[in-house]
């Protein structure tokens, strides 16, 4: 801007209307469980892009006013930002131009709907000449709410020339500014691609194997008895070993103890994609991969001797995304599974008698898995065990 008082104004114009907006959203982004890393991600959100009125559970409402507030940017940083693109522009021209005829509709927007909205803030700007009809507009609704205030703007239409100057000359300026960035982010959103599919083919290699060996027990057994005879690590009952393929085989009885990860971690063991547990071990205990390969583990087999999965077992293993629950567990701990952003689906097992409510909290599930009948869903829980029967006791 020209003056020091042009750009106050236009500060007090962007505070009154989009930075509140935004912060609303981001609140509600936030409470779904939504990251801000997401929002600087430069390729965009997929989802649909088809506002709608109709209410929901997990919807927030945003009135056009709003939505169109989110798109007068800081005049700086205005000529970097890439332009809408036609699909893009297309979604939000109706919400523009009910704003510039003082309509006002209420949209219910999901949470993909709310990361997309954020994702344009801070990625994607409007056109020159829907900038100008939108400022200009808010410019007046702003002068109403400053009536016999020394902040009023004396003349809207004067100002809004200076202004258009003002953008017009950030955006000749800003060109190779705007071509770095721009080559930057592709080259960035080529990498991550690339990074994408090299851990989408670590996946499937991972689960090819386990099924393989889930298939041929012979040779798992005797890669579990290369475990218990030649460990790579060992704590008390439990011996595990690390083959050449990435597989961990966890050989021994009774409960599965983070110190056997620990031990790993401490040889520099940590990033194996695929866990193998043998028949004999009965619970994953308190928190056994949590804080450990959070990055690296892909895939887990369970044996059918297993019967309780305790709190914060799995939580924050982040690219988990396959693991099957077998038929004899009846436990499933706080956070379990918490955190598991890879893991889309899971069945429970029909025998299930206690599954904590917070089980999944944060986790990548698409949708609640349906829980089997008796099952209980409770809070905390205490597993207890005389040496031949195991007894839950809720906590107070």
Sequence with gaps: MNSPIQTFVYSEILKTFTFSVAQQLTHFYQSMNGTAHDLMDPEAPVCDLNLSNEDGPDKVSIDNNAMAALFIYHFLSFGELPELNEQEEAWLTPVFVARLKGENPVYQLSFEQVKYILWLYENKRVSLD???QLVHTFALEYNGYQQNSLLQIMNVDQLMQIWQESFIQCIEESKDAA??????QEEKVCQQRQEREQEQKE???AILWLRY???NKKAADAKLAQAAEAPTARYRKLRCLLDQDGILWVNGTGKFRRELIVQLSEQGLDS??????????TDIEVGTFYEWNQ???LAVHLPETLRNIKKCAFQDCKKLAYIIL???????????FGGCKALNSLTLPAGLEYLHSKAFAESGLICQPEIPEGCGVIGRMQVLSDGEALFYIPEE
């Design 326 to 336: 077998p038929p004899n567990v009846r436990y499933i701990g706080e956070k379990a």
């Design 203 to 205: 996946l499937e290699d």
């Design 179 to 184: 071509a770095a960035r721009l080559s930057k």
């Design 272 to 281: 194996y994609k695929a866990v193998y547990v043998g028949e004999g071990i």
């Design 213 to 215: 060996y889930e298939q």
């Design 295 to 297: 990055y690296h583990l």
């Design 130 to 132: 829907w900038a100008l």
